[in-house]
């Protein structure tokens, strides 16, 4: 099909479309007229339930843990293909086309790599109290890892990321996140139902078994984008420079 | 419907229309990247500070490596 | 008025979907594509809110207050993170087709062989 025939063909397409989506728009509830009762239970019950103050928090990982358990699992299928559409076919090591020279430079970033790594534990560690979470945080950590890659190059970056490490790393977060599930099933309630002391509202140690999911998942987001990077930045040093 | 979310509303679209209309690809890295904030913002107004905290880190460091990698290799092989 | 932040994520949607039917480049296609995802996570969070309400967390507002829905945030939340790893499975894609085919025109991709 011509590139002219499929433009063609898209515009009375594109515009019956919007139409049958706009008139199915038009039965949705007024906006901000939200009025099913799902989430006024939740609102209304889950910080004395779970004794977690972040409702967004306890519904991603007690009350509807089992949908991030399949969202981390489309994160680890995707870091998974794409680090084997990316493998090394041929034994070309990429050739570092710039070094940082600047000192000042090295120091400032690794600086501030740290001080982004304690940001992004933060995040993760308050995630069901503030807003904040094993996610966002996980891909905190990852960006500061990637910081580290600016401030000292390809290869301090390749040597501080190991890739055993970082393979184990997103391992154990993927596994425990399941493996946590079966915990409370040996406990006698069901797949990934809440277990443990429930803690006091507002504190950390709350929650039952969410910290420990928090964590899992926290892990897995941040192997699996330290790994992204890894490789995009390894397809990155193998393109030939420009003159 | 306050006049800050008809507001961003607009920018919103805006923002999809100019992501979808930009050819080169450095300008789209950063266009997307510009895009992803002023998601940030219309979720904030929409009361979801957890959603705008992972639209954030996701569009500021994510999106634009990921693109101008690919970019650079589009480019130069 | 009331229905407008439905029709952003129509606008959206269909914004992305002419971006990837006249695309001449890969990159630029996954871009669109993950615009037209941006286009869902618009329509969830429009209907999960409440007027005058605030955000569903209690850390330091009483019990009683209104909040808007936490259930359609979470399933967003974990969404947008997921869509950079599956946008970059597509770029990764995109790579492997211009190191096999040389070009990453769409039209000119026709058949890739073997």
């Given amino acids: ?32 007229h939200y009025h099913h009762a799902y989430g006024r239970i939740l609102n209304a019950s889950a910080q004395s339930e779970r004794h977690v103050t972040n409702v967004v928090g306890s519904v991603v990982f007690d009350y509807r843990g089992f949908d991030t358990l399949g969202e981390e699992f489309i994160l680890f299928a995707a870091v998974m293909g794409l680090a084997l559409l990316l493998r090394e076919i041929d034994d070309r090591r990429p050739q570092p086309r710039e070094q940082v020279d600047s000192d000042a ?38 960006s500061a890892f990637l910081l580290l890659y600016l401030a000292l190059g390809y290869r301090g970056f390749r040597v501080l990321t190991p890739r055993s490490g970082v393979d184990f790393v997103e391992g154990a977060g993927a596994g425990g996140y399941a493996v946590i599930g079966i915990a409370s099933m040996l406990l006698g309630a069901a797949y990934l139902h809440n277990f443990g002391p429930l803690g006091t509202s507002g504190k950390l140690a709350a929650g039952g078994s969410i910290p420990f999911l928090n964590v899992a998942s926290a892990l897995e987001v941040s192997a699996a984008f330290v790994l992204l990077y890894t490789e995009f930045l390894e397809e990155l040093a193998a393109v030939p420079v420009r003159a | 419907m306050i006049p800050l979310q008809a507001a961003l509303i607009a920018l919103v679209a805006a923002g999809a229309l100019a992501v979808v209309l930009t050819r080169n ?53 | 008025m009331s229905y407008l932040p439905y029709a952003l994520a129509v606008w959206i949607f269909l914004c992305g979907l002419f971006g990837v039917v006249t695309s001449r480049s890969l990159v630029h296609l996954v871009v669109c594509l993950s615009v037209a995802q941006s286009s869902t996570y618009v329509l969830l969070l429009s209907i999960g809110y409440v007027d005058r309400a605030g955000a569903p967390i209690f850390a330091d507002v009483p019990k009683g207050t209104r909040a808007v829905d936490p259930v359609v945030q979470a399933l967003t939340l974990t969404d947008v993170v997921v869509s950079v790893t599956v946008v970059g499975l597509l770029l990764a894609l995109t790579i492997q087709a211009k190191k096999e085919a040389g070009t990453t025109d769409p039209d000119k991709l026709a058949s890739m062989h073997g």
Avoid at chain 1, 111 to 135: C, K, M, Q, S
Avoid at chain 2, 35 to 59: C, K, N, R, T, W
Wanted: aromatic share 8%; hydrophobic share 65%.
């Fill in chain 1, 1 to 32: 099909m011509s590139r002219f025939l499929r433009i063609a063909l898209f515009a009375p397409s594109a515009a019956g479309l919007g139409a049958l989506l706009l008139w199915s728009a038009a039965g949705l509830p007024d906006f901000g």
């Fill in chain 2, 25 to 77: 690809l450095v300008r789209l890295a950063l266009m997307s990247s510009l895009y992803g904030l002023v998601l940030v913002v219309f979720f904030l107004v929409l009361q979801a500070p957890d959603v705008a905290l992972s639209e954030l880190v996701v569009g500021a460091v994510g999106f634009p490596l990921v693109i101008l990698v690919a970019a650079a290799i589009e480019r130069g092989g």
């Fill in chain 1, 105 to 142: 430079l090295r120091l400032l970033g690794v600086g501030l790599a740290a001080a982004l790594l304690v940001l992004g534990l933060d995040v993760v560690a308050h995630g069901y109290l503030t807003p904040g979470g094993g996610f966002q945080g996980g891909v905190i950590v990852a």
